[in-house]
């Protein structure tokens, strides 16, 4: 399985984006999809997920009212609406498809198809 990750950019602080996730293959709507993200000298972090039948969705504590996550099996393509965010959500997001339907997990071991990145820069 291959995942596209894209929709990153420059923005202000204060401002929105919207995160999409293309997988090759159909199975996408089988598994949990996650969003990672890494900033340079950080470790790689959980931003949100959810459930292949998106009736469950999670989020970290740090994005919490910021962040939705979403996804449309018969487009394979999940998505990640960003507003509000501030200049510490700077770092390359990664989307990652997980190694089962669900829970959601917090663990990036728990992911083992992983999309290439798209760089999101906040600007105060």
């Known amino acids: 399985v291959q995942l596209q990750a894209s929709g990153g950019g420059l923005v202000q602080a204060g401002g929105s984006l919207r995160l999409s996730c293309v997988a090759s293959?159909?199975?996408?709507?089988?598994?949990?999809l996650g969003w990672f993200r890494q900033a340079p000298g950080k470790e790689r972090e959980f931003v949100a997920g959810?459930?292949?039948?998106?009736?469950?969705?999670d989020y970290a504590d740090s994005m919490k009212g910021r962040v939705t996550i979403s996804r449309d099996n018969a487009k394979n393509t999940g998505y990640l609406q960003m507003n509000n965010l501030k200049p510490g959500d700077t770092a390359i997001y990664y989307c990652?498809?997980?190694?089962?339907?669900?829970?959601?997990?917090?663990?990036?071991?728990?992911?083992?198809?992983w999309g290439q990145g798209t760089l999101v820069t906040v600007s105060s």
């Open positions: 293959e159909n199975s996408f709507g089988g598994y949990a």
């Open positions: 990652a498809q997980g190694i089962w339907r669900q829970p959601v997990s917090h663990f990036p071991g728990h992911y083992n198809f």
């Open positions: 959810i459930n292949w039948s998106s009736d469950f969705v």
